[in-house]
């Protein structure tokens, strides 16, 4: 018996969509991100706006959504630019850069991993929309649970670990052990000289702004409940310290303060990413 859980959207990534979706429908321009591809793919009832976490407290999270979402494709772009010709998206759920930016994307082989069967249901959506599989675009299932290796998967896509790449691995770490973390590091660490690990981790929760930590507190709560509790936070300096001690060559952390400086200091609405709760990695080879 084929369970539903399994051959439908994570309802992690749908939220994900929409608040990327409503960034540019409730947020006045300049966007930071424009996308909204990925609601089509999700394709929500009518009254989507009105669910609890599309309600206005949930702006600053829509902020860090779009905020890491823009910086990992500018970072894409200048790698690309350099000459690095794939990208790896690790839990990429209904992530949209191949549909939005085929002018960039189309210059690399771009490898979405994730799950068998919530991919195999995008697959089915892009195809219903119209939208294909591209040929540079190579969906990856692996059945983490099953104990599938991913970079395997990857090298049987078309993936060639001589040559530099970037990966990107957002909202996923909280759901790892830290066992798990450092071997993904170190998996990546050994690929090419040039290629470049872009991660997104939360701070223990007791370091977060204090009018945030109710909410994060509430979606830690949410994640439980949903059978996907977090399971994993770092400070900066010990995120620096596993990236290191996993060989490579470069680390930094970017901070969830340093993106707001970046993408949001000339607005006037007050959207703005929380500080002191997910923040990024960004380490190369």
């Known amino acids: 018996m084929i369970d539903k859980a399994n051959v439908a959207a994570d309802s992690t990534a749908v939220r994900v969509a929409l608040w990327r979706a409503l960034h540019v429908q409730a947020d006045p321009p300049p966007h930071v991100l ?13 009254g989507w706006r009105s669910r609890p976490d599309m309600s206005p407290f ?8 779009v905020a890491r979402a823009r910086f990992i494709e500018d970072l894409v772009a200048e790698q690309a630019a350099r000459g690095v010709g794939q990208y790896v998206i690790l839990g990429a ?31 089915q959506r892009l195809v219903e929309l119209g939208l294909g ?19 395997e998967r990857l090298a049987a896509s078309g993936f060639d670990a ?16 830290r066992e798990a973390i450092a071997t993904t590091l170190r998996q990546v660490a050994a690929l090419a000289p040039g290629s470049t690990l872009a991660m997104s981790f939360l701070l223990p929760i007791e370091q977060a702004d204090p009018e945030m930590r109710p909410w994060i507190e509430r979606a830690a709560e ?9 399971i994993s936070f770092f400070t900066p300096a010990e995120m620096l310290a596993l990236a290191r001690e996993a060989g490579f060559r470069d680390v930094q952390h970017v901070s969830a303060a340093a993106l707001g400086q970046r993408y949001f200091a000339d607005r006037t609405d007050g959207l703005r990413p929380p500080s002191n709760s997910e923040e990024l990695l960004v380490a190369t080879t």
């Open 162 to 177: 001589g040559r530099p790449a970037v990966v990107a691995s957002t909202g996923v770490s909280m759901y790892l052990t």
């Open 58 to 65: 949930t702006r600053p999270f829509r902020a860090a959504i």
């Open 222 to 230: 949410g994640a439980r409940a949903n059978g996907t509790p977090f």
């Open 34 to 46: 424009e996308d909204e591809v990925g609601l089509k793919l999700a394709s929500p009832d009518d």
């Open 93 to 123: 759920g209904l992530d949209t850069f191949a549909q939005r930016r085929p002018e960039l994307a189309s210059r690399m082989l771009v490898f979405e991993v994730d799950q068998p069967g919530p991919q195999a249901w995008k697959r």
């Open 133 to 151: 599989v591209p040929s540079f675009l190579r969906l990856v299932p692996v059945d983490f649970e099953a104990g599938d290796a991913w970079w």
